[in-house]
Nanobody
Framework: QVQLVESGGGLVQAGGSLRLSCAAS??????????MGWFRQAPGKEREFVAA????????YYGASVKGRFTISRDNAKNTVYLQMNSLKPEDTATYYC?????????????????WGQGTHVTVSS
């Protein structure tokens, strides 16, 4: 069983930055074999793909609404993936979820991920 624990959410003004972290347990999802992703869900909306990274960290994907503003990265020594969010907008307000799949290739569809964290909430005020 993989455990994912997100942190770093909070309240920020529009134009500001936040960095989310997601720590994965070693038991099943060793850092050398898990691709990771971030998704978000705002109240009343469907879950949306944000970003994904493959196991080696050299391939990344971004959702259209965050491309150029958000950066996903990982530190395999710490079993942690990060989401640096810059130039935040009120429409970025959502609960952000970390997800993992026990495959090396990154994916952009939520059904391709097997494990999910509890989420961390981000609020961007205007």
């Amino acid at each position: 069983q993989v455990q994912l624990v997100e942190s770093g959410g909070g309240l920020v003004q529009a134009g500001g930055s936040l960095r989310l972290s997601c720590a994965a347990s070693r038991r099943t999802c060793s850092s050398s074999s898990c691709a990771m992703g971030w998704f978000r869900q705002a109240p009343g909306k469907e879950r949306e793909f944000v970003a994904a990274i493959n196991w080696s960290g050299d391939t990344t994907y971004y959702g259209a609404s965050v491309k150029g503003r958000f950066t996903i990265s990982r530190d395999n020594a710490k079993n942690t993936v990060y989401l640096q969010m810059n130039s935040l907008k009120p429409e970025d307000t959502a609960t952000y979820y970390c997800a993992a799949r026990t495959m090396v290739a990154a994916a952009t569809q939520d059904e391709q991920y097997y494990y999910w964290g509890q989420g961390t909430h981000v609020t961007v005020s205007s």
